[in-house]
C-alpha cells in the first residue's frame, strides 16, 4: 500500500507563493508518474501539473508560468512551486501517483487547503 501525505497548504494574498509538497511512502515512487490536481467547491477536479518518471512536466494552461512541478526521487517527495497566485487557485489540492509497476495503480493523497485573498 502507498501513502501520499500533501503538506504546505494555507492562506495567502493574491500575488503570493506557496510551495506543496507531497511524501510518498511504498517503493513506487521512482517508476510513478506524479501529479497534482485541484478542486474548487461546486467545481470538478482537475489537473494541475504532472511529472513522469523521467521528469517531463506538463501543466493546466491556467497555471503555465507561474507553477513548477519537481520531483525528488531520493526522498520520494513531489512538489509544487505556484507563484503569483490569484484567487481563482484557490482549490483543494491533491497528490496522485499512477503507474504499472508491478501492477496498475492510482493512489491519491488527502488534499491541502489553498486559499487565496484578494
Known amino acids: 500500500q502507498v501513502h501520499l501525505v500533501e503538506s504546505g497548504g494555507g492562506l495567502v494574498q493574491a500575488g503570493g507563493s506557496l510551495r506543496l509538497s507531497c511524501a510518498a511512502s511504498?517503493?513506487?515512487?521512482?517508476?510513478?508518474?506524479m501529479a497534482w490536481y485541484r478542486q474548487a467547491p461546486g467545481k470538478q477536479r482537475e489537473l494541475v501539473a504532472a511529472?513522469?518518471?523521467?521528469?517531463?512536466?506538463n501543466y493546466a494552461d491556467s497555471v503555465k508560468g507561474r507553477f513548477t512541478i519537481s520531483r525528488d526521487n531520493a526522498k520520494n517527495t513531489v512538489y509544487v512551486q505556484m507563484n503569483s497566485l490569484k484567487p481563482e487557485d484557490t482549490a483543494v489540492y491533491y497528490c496522485?501517483?499512477?503507474?504499472?509497476?508491478?501492477?496498475?495503480?492510482?493512489?491519491w493523497g488527502q488534499g491541502t487547503q489553498v486559499t487565496v485573498s484578494s
Open positions: 496522485n501517483a499512477k503507474g504499472v509497476v508491478p501492477m496498475p495503480y492510482d493512489y
Open positions: 511529472i513522469t518518471s523521467g521528469g517531463r512536466a
Open positions: 511504498g517503493s513506487i515512487f521512482s517508476d510513478a508518474s
